[in-house]
């Protein structure tokens, strides 16, 4: 049961409570199953934990979600270190050891309301609109840039504009014009092929969604020895991956010690003569 209904809203922490979800327990009914508003968010074990999405970003990430039983699949509003975020569920609440003694974890908030859903399909509107007008400036003014992603935040004090480029550009006069737009705080975010690719998505040669943009949470470091030992021609189309760099998953058949513990295994010891 989450804090909207029957715990911290009617009963619990609203009404002479903490007023923190992170002191709401999980089975509803107040602040606590044992009274008071002391409680801590985990017990030294365990910790209810969810995991999260947020605007186009493949990435996972994981929220205090004790007072709140999500379901994968719905939408919750999550406080970042920043602000407060609308986020889609993608792994439902459950106790994690892992998280349970993780300090500054972001937390569950509160279940959207019908103010947060038009505020964030608001959001989706101007972020499609931020994302013609800025393609549209880069052009007018030649900067040797691609733009990949325009992310108005929930609260509607920042934007943040994720773009490539080979080499350095200087972005003042764009960041004048979005700020004089857009009436926010204006941030720019330079990102590699690889952070591009795992932001955008898309299928590999496997035919299934690539490894960065599904479960990878940093990028190893891949070389061609490890094409090379697993036997696969040096075609670059069979082996680079979405951002024309090597594939991630070459790493994942990769046994650099194979044939090196075998040869330094001992040999068998021979049976004693008769």
Known sequence: ????????????????????????????????????????????????????QIGAHAKTWYCDSTGYELVGGESCVVETEESEEYARVVQGTGPSRKFSGVKGMWRGLRRPTEADEERQAGSLALRREATGYCRDKVE??????????????????RMTFTFTSEERVDFRDLVRDLSQQFRRRIEMHQIGARDEAKLLGGY????????????????????????KRQGIGMNPSKISGLCGRLMCCLRFEDYPDAKGAAAAAPAPASAPAS
Request: glycine share 24%.
């Open 1 to 52: 049961m989450g804090c909207g209904s029957g715990g911290c809203a009617s009963g619990g922490c609203a009404s002479g409570g903490c007023g923190t979800v992170g002191s709401a327990s999980p089975g509803g009914g107040g602040c606590s199953t044992g009274g008071g508003c002391g409680q801590s968010a985990w017990d030294g074990n365990y910790r209810s934990v969810a995991g999260l």
């Open 140 to 157: 007018e003014l030649r900067l040797a840039m691609k733009l990949v992603d325009a992310a108005p935040s929930f609260d509607g004090r």
């Open 204 to 227: 590999g040669l496997c035919g299934r969604p690539i490894c960065c943009a599904t479960f990878l949470q940093e990028f190893p470091p891949i070389s061609i020895k490890m094409a």
